[in-house]
């Protein structure tokens, strides 16, 4: 496994990191601890979870991914050998305190992921999305505040537009608070534009790291739904309405050079979706997703992975968001 410096930080993460995402709702307990003993024996170090997760799934609820790492650090105390990554803002009650990034609720929820996590601190506390009714002072404010009291390590966020994410980064500069030293933006090659159109030239210059979610498109891009027009029931992809515009020609065309590269290198197209982010020099570390140790065991083996020049020309071509209406 190879390690990376997160954006301007001092800290370093696994190349790959693990979403839980799954964890209560397609992996239960003994599965979800099967797999974080595994990517920790692999060299994995990077865990990626939210005080939500994975509240939508029947029979779970908000703090159910956060419990199951929690049973796990107890258990086993590798607390030290993880760096643990999750989040606050999105609803985990039905009050009006339950979400969103006031210090309100920014000091109840790290106390309640903190008594989950059963851990003394976050490494990397991040802004699940924004919170635009919130004055962004106030949000900067409590979360310097935690970094202070050593709750919490780094600070970082998800889902910000670039006006917002530039205003916050200004913030913490005008006021010397804690800032937010990485995003997690939703990019993938499906999906490119949002990263980036609006986000790599502020990533770029602001030395930030990237940690971008969905790295296989939900599942598409290892080539599982070809000949489907939709992602089967209960799978990832199924409850994510962007999946839906992923069954194009043009899609298609894409999984078929990924398959004909993976073949090349002996490769599978999960890896390939992976090793095109990896040859990235702006991505950290790509959260990837995973119902099961065999499906995390083959993203874990694209560490190390790069495209060659040529390769990630292709794939650029055939994923160009420029001429897409
Ligand atoms: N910040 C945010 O707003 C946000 C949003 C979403 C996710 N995230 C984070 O990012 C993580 C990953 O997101 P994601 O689940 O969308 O990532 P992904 O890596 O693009 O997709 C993972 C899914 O693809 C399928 N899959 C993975 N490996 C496979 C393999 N080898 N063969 C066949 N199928 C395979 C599995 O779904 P099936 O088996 O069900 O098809 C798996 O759950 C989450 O756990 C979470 O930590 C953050």
Redesign the pocket.
């Known amino acids: 496994m190879e390690y990376r410096r997160l954006g301007s930080t001092g800290l370093t993460v696994s190349e790959i990191c693990f979403?839980?995402?799954?964890f209560g709702w397609?992996t239960d307990e003994q599965e979800a601890h099967r797999m974080l003993d595994r990517f920790v024996e692999a060299g994995g170090s990077f865990v990626?979870?939210?005080d939500y997760y994975s509240s939508w799934a029947r029979g779970s609820y908000a703090g159910r991914s956060e419990e199951i790492i929690g049973t796990w650090l107890h258990a086993t105390g590798r607390r030290h050998e993880i760096v643990l990554a999750t989040?606050v803002c999105s609803p985990v009650g039905p009050l009006p305190y339950d979400r969103g990034l006031s210090r309100r609720h920014i000091m109840d929820a790290v106390n309640n992921s903190l008594r989950r996590l059963q851990t003394d601190f976050i490494d990397l506390y991040q802004a699940?999305?924004m919170d635009n009714s919130t004055p962004i002072e106030e949000t900067m404010r409590a979360f310097d505040d935690l970094v202070r009291q050593g709750k919490v390590r780094y600070l970082g966020c998800?889902?910000y537009t670039p006006w917002r994410l530039c205003k916050a980064l200004w913030t913490s500069d005008r006021l010397g608070l804690a800032r937010y030293e990485c995003i997690?933006p939703?990019y993938?090659l499906i999906d490119r534009r949002e990263f980036e159109q609006e986000k790599a030239d502020l990533v770029r210059e602001e030395g930030l790291g990237v940690i971008p979610?969905?790295?296989?498109?939900?599942?598409f891009?290892?080539g599982?739904h070809r000949g489907s027009t939709q992602?089967p029931d209960d799978?990832?992809?199924s409850i994510d309405r962007r999946m839906q515009g992923y069954f194009t020609e043009r899609n298609f065309a894409l999984l078929d050079e990924m398959e004909s590269i993976g073949a090349a290198h002996g490769r599978?197209m999960?890896q390939v979706s992976l090793g095109w982010l990896l040859s990235n020099p702006l991505i950290t570390a790509p959260?990837?997703?995973?119902?099961t140790w065999d499906?995390l065991e083959?993203?874990v083996a694209a560490a190390g992975f790069r495209l060659s020049p040529e390769e990630k020309r292709k794939l650029d071509t055939l994923s160009a968001w420029e001429d897409v209406k």
């Open positions: 979403g839980t995402a799954t397609h990626d979870t939210a989040k699940h999305s998800s889902n997690q939703y993938n979610y969905s790295p296989q498109a939900m599942g891009l290892t599982k992602a799978s990832r992809g599978s999960a959260i990837v997703g995973a119902r499906q083959e993203s």
